[in-house]
């Protein structure tokens, strides 16, 4: 864990956020740095809630986990109500963007953005200003859940979070995605990445002509809610041949593409192009989909739009499927909305530097890519060989 937080402070250039976090205690007995760090590193350690993180601050192995002081689970719900979040997305977005200066993605033509939204730590505790109610069929409520949309780096070969952006009753995904890219690429940089995709709820003109402003491109999956383009796709590529069939892994793939769809009345694009892909896969399942998008045939091949709309995907299974099932994202470490935010985004900035380290460390050696829950066993093992618990 001490090589971790070495490669954080320095390789990813964290040092300043972690010295200085945001913290707004008036006086501070016990350094936000500590418990920032408690935080970041006990999700990368899998010990999801704030007593947990008070046990490891009092065993043995805090000296080894980069802990300088003992604290409990009530100094990380004060310290955490009163952060600043704008100091830790600035951080969080840094991470990406040091790794793009360290040749992370060297290998990837085209970085992306994935945008979508989730719901997460249900709770039957009196609401906060996100709770957002949950109703039975019977329109009944039985507790409350909430919402936020997140955005993550994706096609690149590294799934890595960007930010993350709740909204509570009377809010929606689509404006908190709005917030988000907007937020997410002046902390990135305007250069950092070349499209967005998302699912059809994106697929707007307000949201396509804001990912424009921004230089993004926009790959989004066409559905009904754009009936007169779907209806000239269906006219257009029902009884066609395909333009190319590919084998993507075991997978056979057909594809149908054109860039001279009209666009809708307040779309102001000269012309739409729509990819519709055929995914047959080894058992007999079939998979069809529609994505729109202003990238020109000229400059983006059939089969890269296929894998820029396949990687819409990465957010569902690397970002909420193993925030949620890995890293404690479904748990509400204190019941407050900015301490939630707070702990949201420490999670994601544990998910970064997890991955950075162990699938693009600069000094790895000969030894081989290691999977994510080999690394948490390796971690404990050496947190136990350093200090061994005082079983008297």
């Known amino acids: 864990m001490r090589q971790i937080q070495n490669y954080a402070r320095h390789d990813l250039a964290l040092k300043a956020y972690f010295r200085q976090p945001g913290d707004g205690?008036?006086?501070p007995h016990i350094p936000a740095g500590d418990l920032v760090w408690a935080v970041v590193a006990g999700h990368i350690l899998r010990q999801t809630s704030f007593p947990q993180l008070e046990w490891l601050a009092h065993s043995p192995v805090r000296a080894e986990l980069g802990l300088r002081v003992a604290f409990g689970d009530d100094a990380l719900a004060y310290c955490t109500?009163?952060?600043?979040?704008?100091t830790t997305r600035v951080a969080l977005a840094g991470a990406p963007r040091q790794a793009k200066r360290n040749k992370a993605f060297e290998n990837s033509r085209f970085i992306g953005l994935?945008?979508?939204g989730t719901g997460a730590g249900r709770t039957g505790k009196p609401a906060c200003s996100l709770c957002g109610p949950v109703r039975d069929g019977k329109g009944q409520v039985h507790g409350s859940l909430h919402h936020f949309a997140l955005l993550s780096v994706v096609g690149a070969g590294l799934t890595l979070p960007v930010d993350v952006e709740p909204w509570g009753p009377g809010g929606s995904e689509y404006a908190a995605a709005q917030r988000l890219l907007q937020r997410a690429v002046e902390h990135l940089g305007p250069?950092?990445?070349d499209y967005v995709?998302?699912?059809g709820e994106y697929a707007t003109a307000p949201f396509l002509h804001a990912a424009g402003a921004l230089g993004l491109s926009v790959v989004a999956r066409l559905k009904e809610n754009l009936p007169l383009l779907a209806a000239g796709v269906r006219a257009r590529f029902d009884g066609q041949t395909p333009r190319a069939v590919f084998q993507e892994g075991k997978d056979r793939v057909e594809v149908w593409d054109a860039e001279d769809f009209d666009p809708w009345e307040t779309l102001d694009w000269p012309a739409v192009r729509v990819l519709r892909y055929r995914q047959h896969k080894p058992g007999g399942e079939v998979v069809q989909a529609e994505w729109l998008t202003d990238f020109p045939i000229a400059r983006l091949g059939s089969l890269s739009l296929y894998r820029m709309a396949k990687s819409r995907w990465e957010i569902e299974n690397r970002g909420f499927n193993d925030g949620k099932n890995r890293y404690g994202m479904e748990h509400i470490c204190h019941h407050e909305p900015n301490s939630?935010?707070?702990?949201?985004?420490?999670i994601l900035l544990a998910m970064v530097i997890e991955r950075l380290y162990r699938l693009r460390h600069p000094h790895r050696g000969e030894h081989p890519l290691r999977s994510s829950i080999d690394l948490l066993h390796w971690l404990w093992l050496s947190l136990g060989a350093h200090s061994p618990p005082d079983t008297g």
């Open 340 to 346: 939630m935010l707070i702990v949201w985004l420490l």
């Open 191 to 193: 250069r950092f990445a």
């Open 197 to 199: 995709v998302g699912d």
């Open 25 to 27: 205690r008036l006086q």
């Open 81 to 86: 109500e009163r952060m600043d979040p704008l």
């Open 114 to 116: 994935a945008a979508d």
